[in-house]
């Protein structure tokens, strides 16, 4: 269905403003309201009815499967407390008959289904949940600003591009990092697993990302050309401090939405922070203007 928003109507169709108008526009907004909360209110009643018809039949089908705990025998001169032990060919006999009933009952097929369903809804995130989540914030501190806005401004609007292999590659600046973090004297074998964890995660997630989330249009051709020149080469021992700069700032909401749990995120969130605070200190030598070259007329061409 289109809903048309705005569009041109005669004088006749529009009410004067006053006091009657007014209430009947409010009493108008009023019942819109009510009519869709009503019916986000059907929505969750019927859901919460699947599941609850597919978890009593998944209980039913699991009492019918496992039959009664105990029979006893009939017959004088037998204990009541003894068990008959039933042969194969009516065991056998018995499963041929709940298999038949499972596949020619149309009710058996619905309830399988709609346990299929519940099981299916309980692993789905709700809208809901998905709205209510807290956005994780990564602060990027005020001296690595600039670099970013000269990184943008040297590939859009001078038409630069960076020079590839990096002066220093992504690789070679999170192992001065590790090797930083490690040397510490207040470093510990579990904070230098988790340290090597993270970076290691953060080469892997840059080197899957850069292709379709860090580069700008501009970029597009270098990029190809890189990736027939170093079929076998991880884009991280190629691409520069200033491309992982570019992921860094957004991981923030790319982290919201995982499926990480509280404690792993804050942690990964300390280790993104303590990592961009490493940059501001070697900001100097991490990034230059000289990383960056006017593309040739030839590139341009490529790229219309």
């Known amino acids: 269905m289109w809903f048309r928003w705005d569009e041109f109507v005669p004088e006749s169709r529009i009410l004067k403003h006053n006091e009657a108008n007014l209430q009947k526009q409010k009493e108008l907004k009023d019942a819109h309201y009510a009519n869709v909360q009503a019916k986000k209110q059907i929505k969750s009643d019927a859901k919460k009815r699947r599941a609850e018809a597919a978890a009593a039949a998944a209980a039913a089908a699991a009492a019918s499967a496992s039959g009664p705990s105990s029979s006893t025998s009939s017959g004088g001169g037998e204990s009541s ?17 709940r298999r038949r009933r499972r596949l020619d009952t149309p009710e058996q097929a619905s309830d399988t289904e709609g346990r299929r369903k519940g ?47 990096a ?13 930083m973090k490690n040397s510490s004297k207040s470093s510990t074998p579990n904070k230098e697993s988790a340290v090597i964890e993270v970076t290691e995660g953060l080469k892997e997630y840059f080197n899957v990302m850069l292709g379709t989330q860090l580069l700008y249009k501009f970029e597009r051709v270098q990029y190809a050309d890189i990736l027939q020149s170093h ?48 940059m501001v200190r070697n900001s100097e030598r991490l990034f230059s203007t000289d990383d960056y070259y006017v593309a040739p007329p030839e590139y341009h061409r490529r790229g219309m």
């Open 231 to 278: 079929k076998d080469t991880p884009l991280s021992e190629i691409y520069g401090p200033v491309h992982i700069l570019r992921l860094l700032v957004k991981m923030g909401p790319m982290l919201t939405y995982t499926q990480l749990d509280e404690k792993s995120i804050a942690l990964l969130q300390a280790h993104i922070q303590d990592l961009l605070r490493y």
């Open 81 to 97: 407390g003894r068990q008959r032990e039933p042969s194969v060919s009516s065991v056998q006999s018995s499963e041929d008959g």
């Open 167 to 179: 002066r220093i590659t992504v690789n070679q600046f999170i192992s001065e990092y590790v090797k």
């Open 119 to 165: 099981r299916q809804e309980q692993t789905v995130e709700t809208e809901e949940q998905f709205l209510t989540k807290v956005e994780v914030k990564i602060k990027l501190p005020d001296e690595l600003k600039p670099w970013l806005v000269d990184d943008w401004d040297f590939v859009i609007r001078q038409k630069k591009l960076y020079n590839l292999p």
